[in-house]
């Protein structure tokens, strides 16, 4: 029993960082109709951004929390640009070509961008110096950190935030007006090209989040982090619905549960055969069941193809 309210512990606070990182996916598909595949790399350079801003103020004397959110207030514009950059540059010219040459180009921007990142970074892991709370607590068996507390608490307040800005704000409804049909929304007074260019700033300051929990949790960075968290995040929004905001929230949660309880019993389940290092297949072969059974996912509906 311990060691399954371990797995679960493990699995929402990995899954909380999928579910912030998949709403980055899901936004953009829900407006544009394509695969933002260069979004995991938003998160890398927000997480090593953070890092190298927490690492010059580590023995400042600040308090560890003012420390982690002075590199979040230096890596959330960063993010915010890049993701402004690579909407202005690389898919707005692309929104009326065939639906294969945005995606094309978003893979061409991810291989960019963690180029980029390694000219700037290096190959070198880097670790996350210790600033925040990590004192560990038990309950039944298992074991949680205040860290792991911050990052759930964070995570749902991001979220929960952003469903009020998408559903309770004038900004929300242009976005809602924008993903039903841009040329009315436009002929109604929308500045579709804002609404959208707004859509990636807000998921790349959700990526600079995700990018400083998951160097924090894992207490490392480095710059090829962000290509697997990415397909994972994918997996989640997929996994939801894509193109639904809840949709992403429960994807995200249960595909940390998935792989975390799958890490921690695949080694009974096979035998020995498998260790927990093999937890990545889970993300994958979720992926594929829900392709093959479910295409629309656990929370989608089926639409209409758009004119």
């Excluded at 970074?121 to 949680?144: C, D, I, M, N």
């Excluded at 929308?190 to 929990?213: C, E, R």
């Excluded at 498998?274 to 072969?285: N, R």
């Amino acid at each position: 029993m311990d060691i399954f309210l371990q797995q679960i512990i493990n699995g929402l606070v990995l899954g909380s960082i999928y579910a912030l990182v998949a709403l980055g996916y899901t936004m953009v598909y829900g407006i544009l109709g394509l695969i933002n595949f260069a979004h995991g790399e938003v998160v890398m350079i927000g997480a090593l951004t953070a890092l190298t801003v927490v690492k010059l103020l580590a023995g400042s004397g600040l308090p560890g929390p003012v420390i982690a959110l002075i590199g979040l207030m230096a890596a959330a514009p960063v993010c915010m640009a890049i993701g402004y950059g690579i909407e202005k540059i690389a898919y707005r010219p692309l929104r009326k070509a065939p639906r294969l040459a945005p995606l094309i180009t978003a893979i061409g921007v991810s291989i960019v961008l963690q180029n980029l990142a390694m000219m700037v970074w290096g190959r070198s892991y880097h670790s996350f110096p210790a600033v925040l709370p990590a004192e560990a607590h038990e309950v039944l068996g298992a074991t949680f950190t205040d860290l792991q507390v911050i990052i759930v608490l964070v995570a749902a307040g991001m979220m929960a935030g952003l469903l009020l800005l998408i559903n309770r704000t004038r900004l929300g409804r242009a976005m809602r007006a924008t993903a039903e049909n841009p040329a009315i929304a436009q002929l109604m007074g929308v500045n579709v090209n804002h609404i959208i260019s707004l859509t990636f700033v807000i998921g790349s300051g959700l990526a600079a989040v995700a990018g400083l929990m998951v160097s924090a949790n894992y207490s490392i960075a480095h710059y090829y982090m962000g290509f697997i968290l990415g397909l994972k995040a994918f997996t989640a929004a997929v996994l939801g619905g894509i193109g639904n905001l809840a949709g992403a929230m429960i994807g995200g949660i249960l595909l940390g549960l998935i792989e975390s309880l799958g890490a921690g019993y695949i080694g009974d389940i096979t035998g020995g055969f498998l260790g927990s290092h093999y937890q990545d297949v889970f993300a994958f072969f979720v992926l594929i069941l829900v392709l093959v059974f479910r295409p629309s996912g656990l929370v989608g509906e089926k639409v209409a193809e758009r004119a």
